[in-house]
C-alpha cells in the first residue's frame, strides 16, 4: 500500500510570512494526525481528526495555525504569520482507528525554517 | 494524562554488543505502548507495540521489548548491535488510540 504523503519536503520562509504543508494519508485511514517535531525533541500532536471532524486541537496555537481535513480525505495545515520558534519538521500520520491499539503510519515530513 | 520518560538522550554501543533503550510511563489505566525509529530525514517507522497479553513483545530488525507493570516499563532491546540501527528511537503510550504521546527520544550510535 502507498504511505503517508506529504509535501512540501522542505521550506523556507522568512517570519511573518505564510506557510501551507499538505498531506495525503494512507487510503482508508480514518483517523489523521499533524505533529511538530523541533530538533532534538519528540513529535507533539496539533491536531487529530477523525474523518473530517477534530478530535483534539488542544495544543495547536490557534492564533497562527490553521488546519483543515475535507471530505475525510488529505489534509492542509496553515501557519500564518510564521515565527522563528515555528522552525520544526511537520509530520503527517493516519491509522485506521479499528481498534485502540492501532498503530500511526508515518509521512516524511515538511521540514521548516523561519530566518 | 498519560507521559513517556526515556532514560539517556543519547546511547552508544559497539557493534555487536546489547543495545538497552529505556521508557518509563505514566498512566492512570494501562496503556498501548509503542516504540518508533527515526533515521535522518525520515518519518517515523513502527518498530513494536504492546497492547495486551503476552509482556514480552518482537518487532522488527531484531528488537523486542517487555511491557512491566509494576515498573511501568517498556525498555527496548536488542542483543547485537548492527551499524544499520544507528537512528532516534522514540516511545509513545497511547489510551484508547487517542492522543499518542511520544517521549522525547534517544539517540543510538553504534561503534566500530
Known amino acids: 500500500e502507498a504511505g503517508v504523503a506529504q509535501s512540501p519536503r522542505y521550506k523556507i520562509i522568512e517570519k511573518r510570512q505564510s506557510v501551507a504543508f499538505w498531506c495525503n494519508p494512507i487510503?482508508?485511514?480514518?483517523?489523521l494526525y499533524w505533529y511538530q517535531q523541533i530538533l532534538g525533541q519528540g513529535p507533539k500532536l496539533l491536531i487529530q481528526?477523525?474523518?473530517?471532524?477534530?478530535?483534539?486541537d488542544s495544543q495547536l496555537p490557534k492564533d497562527r495555525f490553521s488546519a483543515e481535513r475535507l471530505k475525510g480525505v488529505d489534509s492542509t495545515l496553515k501557519i500564518q504569520p510564521a515565527k522563528l520558534e515555528d522552525s520544526a519538521v511537520y509530520l503527517c500520520?493516519?491509522?485506521?482507528?479499528?481498534?485502540?491499539?492501532?498503530?500511526?503510519?508515518f509521512g516524511n515530513g515538511t521540514r521548516l525554517t523561519v530566518t | 494524562a498519560q507521559s513517556v520518560t526515556q532514560l539517556g538522550s543519547h546511547v552508544s554501543v559497539s557493534e555487536g554488543a546489547l543495545v538497552l533503550l529505556r521508557c518509563n510511563y505514566s498512566?492512570?489505566?494501562?496503556?498501548?505502548l509503542f516504540w518508533y525509529v527515526q533515521y535522518p530525514n525520515q518519518g517515523l517507522q513502527l518498530l513494536l507495540k504492546?497492547?495486551?497479553?503476552?509482556?514480552l513483545v518482537k518487532g522488527i530488525n531484531g528488537f523486542e521489548a517487555e511491557f512491566k507493570k509494576s515498573e511501568t516499563s517498556f525498555h527496548l532491546t536488542k542483543p547485537s548491535a548492527h551499524m544499520s540501527d544507528a537512528a532516534e528511537y522514540f516511545c509513545?503510550?497511547?489510551?484508547?488510540?487517542?492522543?499518542?504521546?511520544f517521549g522525547p527520544g534517544t539517540r543510538l550510535s553504534v561503534l566500530p
Open positions: 500520520a493516519s491509522s485506521s482507528y479499528r481498534e485502540g491499539s492501532s498503530p500511526l503510519h
Open positions: 487510503s482508508g485511514h480514518a483517523t
Open positions: 481528526f477523525q474523518n473530517n471532524g477534530v478530535v483534539d
Open positions: 498512566s492512570s489505566v494501562p496503556p498501548y
Open positions: 504492546y497492547t495486551t497479553g503476552a509482556t
Open positions: 509513545a503510550v497511547t489510551l484508547y488510540g487517542q492522543n499518542f504521546v
